[in-house]
């Protein structure tokens, strides 16, 4: 059985996220936790906060305990960015985007 969580519009880069994301796959939950909880970046948090949520969807939906599952994926997909401008010399402007990011990470019961 799977089970699924979504956090979207999250405001960090996919890059950023993907990198931290990368640790995930194949790992027990609760291993998965204690890693994120000892890695200093954003998308950790993040990412954590996501699969929390997933672990308490397992356990109230599905009727599956938690310390059973496994990270079957942990996709960081591209959402909307906020198109911004920045001032550079002789009045002029460059543009930059701000990035967003929607997580999204499958529990399953099976090795």
Known sequence: ME??????YMRISPK????????????KVT?????LKYIPRKAARLLDKTLKSAM????????????????????????????RFRPCARGSSHPYKKRMSHIRIVLTDEA
């Open 16 to 27: 950023k996220a993907r990198e931290v994301a990368r640790i995930l796959p194949g790992k």
């Open 56 to 83: 308490a969807n397992a356990e109230n939906n599905d009727n599956l305990n938690a310390d059973d599952l496994f990270i079957k994926e942990a996709i960081i997909e591209e959402g909307p960015a906020l198109k």
């Open 31 to 35: 291993e998965g936790v204690s890693l």
């Open 3 to 8: 089970v699924k969580s979504y956090s979207k």
